[in-house]
């Protein structure tokens, strides 16, 4: 019909890829055939109904029972068709405008992170390091990473009054995090070390410097951080490991020891608490592990 024709034209020339088009044409196509069988006149867009929309999920969910997902891919994508329909006025409303989605069960994968003894593995790669000078760098920045969960953004960002070394008041204060979100974050006990050995080298001229050089002298960058993390990890003998990993396992070390979901998402400046329960989810080495200690085959 001239309508849906105009439409695809529509995504044509908004440059929307096959598949794009493809998918919104089959979606249409689904409520042009429900509404053909369903009121046995021909379909006409401008008849269309919000009730209409809101019987045809109901035909999707009960009938079909597409999951919630695929029905809520439909419904966008003819909330497109009808925004299109009513901005070219070939129809008088939106009858889509109001149709919510269905709520879906967010699905999300426990993160990678390293068992004591990758860690054990990866810190024993750095120090065997030669240069004094980027090993005790190398190990303050990875202490930083695994023992106090700072993205690799955040370590090339610090400056030296960002790290308090003070008795009893060792912290690090991340100004620039996520979100621009500031927080506060305790050193543990090999975190203080390795900095404080750093910063003795580092020998700093203001508060205002960056914590971290280069073996030029410049700023560290988070790209030059990335690398670091993956030498020492092919050293280690250890795959897939990034700054991001350290980061998980300071999360994930924090829920095993028992620590509220709360103060590990504030520590590690988490947005959504959402985000902090992955680590509560067992990875594919935990399950195996749990369905293996059943076995009379140990």
Not at 106 to 112: D, L, N, V
Not at 223 to 239: Q, T, W
Not at 263 to 284: F, K
């Amino acid at each position: 019909m001239e309508t849906i024709n105009q439409y695809i034209d529509w995504l044509k020339n908004e440059e929307k890829s096959e598949a794009t088009i493809k998918s919104y044409r089959s979606a249409l196509g689904k409520l042009v055939d429900w509404y053909v069988e369903t009121e046995n006149e021909d379909f006409v867009p401008d008849k269309v109904t919000t009730m209409h929309l809101y019987e045809f999920q109901a035909y999707m969910d009960k009938i079909k029972k597409y999951e919630p997902a695929y029905s809520n891919k439909i419904i966008a994508s003819l909330k497109t068709f009808f925004k299109f329909t009513t901005e070219m006025h070939l129809t008088t409303f939106n009858p889509a405008l109001k149709v919510k989605m269905k709520r879906t069960m967010k699905q999300y994968a426990a993160p990678k992170w390293l068992g004591k003894r990758e860690v054990a593995k990866f810190f024993h790669a750095i120090s065997n390091e030669k240069n004094d000078t980027v090993r005790k760098r190398d190990m303050a920045i990875c202490r930083l990473m695994a023992g106090a969960g700072l993205r690799v953004q955040e370590v090339s960002d610090l400056t030296i009054s960002d790290v308090c070394l003070k008795k009893k008041m060792e912290d690090v204060t991340i100004r620039g995090g996520k979100g621009d979100k500031y927080r506060i974050v305790p050193l543990n006990g090999d975190a203080i070390q390795a900095l404080q050995e750093w910063l003795e080298i580092r020998n700093p001229e203001s508060r205002d410097d960056p914590y971290f050089l280069s073996e030029r002298g410049t700023p560290l960058s988070d790209r030059s951080i990335r690398y670091m993390v993956y030498k020492y990890a092919n050293k280690a003998g250890l795959e897939n490991v990034s700054p991001h990993i350290l980061r998980h396992t300071f999360c994930k070390s924090l829920v095993d020891n028992g620590v509220p979901l709360q103060r590990v998402a504030y520590l590690a400046g988490h947005e959504s608490l959402e985000t902090t329960r992955r680590y509560i989810q067992p990875s594919r080495a935990d399950l195996r592990k749990d369905v293996q200690s059943i076995s009379e085959k140990r």
